[in-house]
Structure formats: structure tokens, C-alpha cells
């Protein structure tokens, strides 16, 4: 089975700031890793994803993350937050031999002026 | 463009008083699902469909219904609608190929009342 823990249900940055959202998994096969970013009264887009080879991916908006094998961890980061990056973002796996993503309970980034 | 369609965006309505809530896309996607959001507890899987007349519950079936007649739509019928529905909605579709390792496409979502 896969599961996902995303640490912190709000993250409160100046603009300007480093972003760092955290995510674990866990997966009893190689996983498929996701952040997808949701937007006020939108859908959830897909941000980045790590499926194989490099494992540090970028996704759009400046964002990318790091897929660490041995500490199960797949962390979003951005070395300058803008007020535009105020959303909430979520973490998701599957392992590929299940075609049900799991997903995160969702982190809310909120960016001070 | 690829898209997946949700209609309603808002509806508003009383306890026990049937309503369908339509998903659909144009990415020939096998698998659909639906997703409930409330605040604390992130995204919570309803139904999903592997592929027509193929349907599976989620983590949080009860009180739903869905049905896959047509590969494009996936609709989200509840049969009599209780206020603890009262969420927003979200319709994902993504392919099963291998080459698109689950990305999910999301829906705009359905803010649902029921009063």
C-alpha cells in the first residue's frame, strides 16, 4: 500500500523567501511522484513529476523538487516566493502497477508582501 | 484543447432532492475518478472507473452513485443528498499507458450545497 504524509496543513512565507514544502511517501515498489498545485476556485494542475532517471526534476513556475530514495522524501522548493505562488499544493504517488494515485492532505502556502 | 469538463460549477440545493453532477473529457482517458475536497482533509477518492462499465469505490463511496456508458463521461449521481455532501467536487481523468505514469488531469470542480 502507498501513503503520503505532507508535514504542515499551512506554510507561511515572506515574498521573496525560500519555499520548502515537505512530502513523504511511502511505496513498496519504485514510486511515481507528483505535486500539483490547486489555485483559489480552480482545479489541481500538475506542477512536476519524478518518474525515473534524474532526480531532481523542475516543474513550471520556478519550482522543482528532490526525489531521496533513502529518506522517502520528495520535497517542493523554490528559491523565491512570489505573492502569485499563494496556493494550496499537494503531493501524490502511485507505485505503476496501480493506475490510483494517493495523494497528500495538502499543504496551503501563503505568501506575506 | 485537452480538457476535462464539469457542470455544474455551484449548485445549491435541499435535502433528499436528486442531482447529477457530469464529468466529462476529450482525451480518450481509460480511467476517471471522482474526488470530494473539504478543508483538513484533502482530496478524498468517491468512485473510480478503470474503463466502460467498469466502476470501483473509493475510500468514500457512501451515498454516491456513478455510472461509465460512454468513455468520455463519467457522471456523479446522488440519489438523495444530505447536507454532510455539502463539499467541492473534483472529476480526474489520465491515461493508463505506461508513458503517462497516472498524471492525473483535474477537473475545474463543483461547489455543492445542500441545504
Known amino acids: 500500500a502507498q501513503s503520503v504524509t505532507q508535514l504542515g496543513s499551512h506554510v507561511s512565507v515572506s515574498e521573496g523567501a525560500l519555499v520548502l514544502l515537505r512530502c513523504n511517501y511511502s511505496s513498496s515498489v519504485p514510486p511515481y511522484l507528483f505535486w500539483y498545485v490547486q489555485y483559489p476556485n480552480q482545479g489541481l494542475q500538475l506542477l512536476l513529476k519524478?518518474?525515473?532517471?534524474?532526480?531532481l526534476v523542475k516543474g513550471i513556475n520556478g519550482f522543482e523538487a528532490e526525489f531521496k530514495k533513502s529518506e522517502t522524501s520528495f520535497h517542493l522548493t523554490k528559491p523565491s516566493a512570489h505573492m502569485s505562488d499563494a496556493a494550496e499544493y499537494f503531493c501524490a504517488v502511485s507505485d505503476g502497477g496501480s493506475y490510483i494515485p494517493t495523494f497528500g492532505r495538502g499543504t496551503s502556502l501563503i505568501v506575506h508582501p | 484543447e485537452a480538457q476535462v469538463t464539469q457542470n455544474p460549477r455551484y449548485l445549491i440545493t435541499v435535502t433528499g432532492k436528486k442531482l447529477t453532477v457530469t464529468c466529462s473529457q476529450n482525451m480518450n482517458h481509460e480511467y476517471m475518478s471522482w474526488y470530494r475536497q473539504d478543508p483538513g482533509l484533502g482530496l478524498r477518492q468517491i468512485y473510480y472507473s478503470m474503463n466502460v462499465e467498469v466502476t470501483d469505490k473509493g475510500d468514500v463511496p457512501e451515498g454516491y452513485k456513478v455510472s461509465r456508458k460512454e468513455k468520455r463521461n463519467f457522471p456523479l449521481i446522488l440519489e438523495s443528498p444530505s447536507p454532510n455532501q455539502t463539499s467541492l467536487y473534483f472529476c480526474a481523468s489520465s491515461s493508463v499507458s505506461m508513458s503517462s505514469y497516472n498524471e492525473q488531469f483535474f477537473g475545474p470542480g463543483t461547489r455543492l450545497t445542500v441545504l
Open positions: 519524478y518518474t525515473t532517471g534524474a532526480t
